[in-house]
């Protein structure tokens, strides 16, 4: 034997195959992974409201708790969202949505596809004060909700928006709303502000229904 180099065997690559056939196939399944030194995970599926870019939120999935996304600091507060999407409360709101003072806009926008249903439930027990979506801006912008197809519902009100700001309040509905309790309502506005550009539109689609024991609509104004 002479004095040369001794090289190391070359690796082999026969077993690589199956091991990526194996990492694959766990990672779309969304479980751990275990190989020799190796340990990976699927992100899980997004259930509920999750914040992206500050005050900008995605709200998907299926989630049986309040959902309350905030809006960025001294800035807006947006919300859509994605198909499939299912919350149904055992108490409070379906969703929150709240601006503080220093605070500009809200925006709430359903566009999803009319075969897939949105729903959006607040408690609806008897004397419950929840509604299924609940807005109140108190920063200085515009307020703004659209509705999907599907349904949002509440015990006192299924929508209920308070404006404080100088901006527009505007609700657009495209599915059925509902308010279940005595005296409920099932589309709420209040709008506080006296600014000219302070203006209050409800529009509803053709074939939705807003229904309520204290009435489908119910829309005030209050001047600062």
Not at 17 to 25: E, G, R, Y
Not at 40 to 59: F, K, M, N, R
Not at 108 to 127: E, H, K, L, Q, R
Not at 169 to 191: L, Q, Y
Request: charged content about 10%; aromatic content about 4%; some cysteine.
């Amino acid at each position: 034997m002479d004095g040369g180099p001794v090289l190391a065997p070359r690796a082999s690559l026969s077993g690589m195959p199956s091991v990526l056939s194996a990492l694959t196939f766990a990672l779309m399944a969304a479980v751990p992974v275990f190989l020799p030194g190796i340990q990976a995970y699927a992100d899980p599926v997004l259930a509920g409201c999750a914040e992206g870019v500050s005050g900008q939120w995605t709200c998907t999935g299926t989630v049986t708790e309040t959902q309350s996304p905030t809006a960025a600091t001294g800035g807006a507060l947006t919300v859509n969202v994605v198909e499939p999407l299912s919350i149904i409360a055992a108490s409070g709101n379906g969703i929150t949505l709240t601006n503080s003072a220093g605070d500009t806009d809200i925006t709430f926008i359903d566009v999803a596809d009319a075969d897939v249903a949105t729903v959006i439930s607040g408690d609806t027990s008897d004397n419950s004060n929840a509604s299924g979506i609940d807005a109140r801006n108190y920063g200085s912008g515009a307020l703004s909700i659209t509705t999907g197809p599907g349904t949002v519902t509440g015990g006192r009100r299924g929508i209920y928006a308070f404006n404080n700001g100088t901006g527009g309040t505007t609700i657009s509905v495209n599915g059925d709303v509902t308010a279940t309790n005595v005296g409920g309502r099932g589309v709420h506005v209040r709008n506080h502000h006296s600014a000219p550009s302070s203006h209050t539109a409800i529009t509803t689609a053709l074939g939705t229904h807003v229904q309520a024991d204290g009435g489908g609509l119910y829309a005030k104004a209050v001047n600062d």
